[in-house]
């Protein structure tokens, strides 16, 4: 019986290996990485051993130690990506027996009041999953270097602002009346009377004389004509009426004095 037992563990040594093969370790190591992570983009230098062929998919993590509030995001190619989709994270291409080696861009993005408590130590690993999404957190935290945060602070305005100031209230200004412009008033045109302007027939200061009397006389003679003229153009409204009340103070007087003298002559002719 003793012998059998021995003969068993005999063979399991020497088949085992055979049989049970060993998995690999695979070894993620971040070799350049920024000390201190700001508001904008970064880069790490990572390396991969002893995975197995196939696709995997990188992903950094930022985290405070001691804690697993993970926050970050991650180029993958196109744009940046932070939650839970493994797929949507950097794809690399790994080879069995050959270290990848490569660049990883990452940033802080929005990380909430619980996974970011301010400026300080946190810090970074890189998270490596497989073609059909597992991942190993004691890689990933093999992997993990430390490093300082250090953002901007908000210079947003403050909170112990005023919301609402007190606004002085418009006086209120008297409008100014507008003044009435004074119409013109209609004045009467006269007809400017015709204006006896001396005409010189020549440079001889004789004939200029003899030309200015000859017309000053026949000035005299047409005044007459204007007065007449200005006499006809007068209207003839006012004798009108004039004659209309002599004609009605005469029929006035026929009807006030006819039947006196009709009785008169009723009297004369009865006695």
């Known amino acids: ?28 190591t971040i070799a350049n ?42 180029f993958n190619g196109s744009d940046w990506y932070g939650d839970s989709t493994y797929s949507q994270y950097l794809p690399i291409v790994v080879q069995s027996g050959i270290t990848w080696n490569g660049t ?12 970011y408590d301010g400026n300080g130590t946190y810090k970074l690993r890189l998270r490596r999953y497989t073609g059909g999404g597992g991942n190993t957190a004691s890689e990933a935290n093999n992997s993990a270097v430390t490093i300082s945060i250090n953002l901007p602070a908000p210079t ?21 009346t507008k003044t009435p412009t004074p119409k013109p008033s209609l004045t009467p045109t006269l007809n400017p009377s015709s204006k006896l302007t001396p005409t010189t027939t020549s440079g001889v200061l004789g004939e200029n004389t003899q ?3 000859k017309n ?42 006819y039947p006196f003298l009709k009785k008169l002559k009723e009297e004369k002719f009865n006695g």
Do not use: H
């Open 1 to 28: 019986m003793k012998a059998i037992s021995v003969l068993i563990a005999l063979v399991l040594f020497l088949f085992a290996p055979l049989v049970f093969k060993p998995a690999l370790a695979v070894t993620v």
């Open 33 to 74: 990485f920024p000390a201190t992570i700001t508001d904008e983009p970064f880069t790490i230098t990572a390396s991969i051993s002893g995975a197995s062929s196939g696709t995997n998919y990188l992903r950094v993590d930022l985290y405070k130690e001691g804690t697993q509030n993970y926050f970050g995001e991650t």
């Open 104 to 115: 990883v861009d990452g940033r802080i993005g929005s990380p909430t009041g619980t996974e």
């Open 156 to 176: 947003g305005p403050p909170t112990n602002t005023p919301t609402s100031t007190n606004t002085p209230t418009p006086t209120n200004i008297p409008t100014p």
């Open 211 to 213: 030309s200015l009397s």
């Open 216 to 257: 000053s006389e026949k000035a005299d003679k047409e005044a007459p004509k204007i007065e007449a003229s200005s006499l006809q153009n007068k209207p003839l409204f006012p004798l009108i009426f004039i004659f209309i009340g002599v004609i009605f103070l005469i029929l006035c007087v026929i009807v006030i004095f």
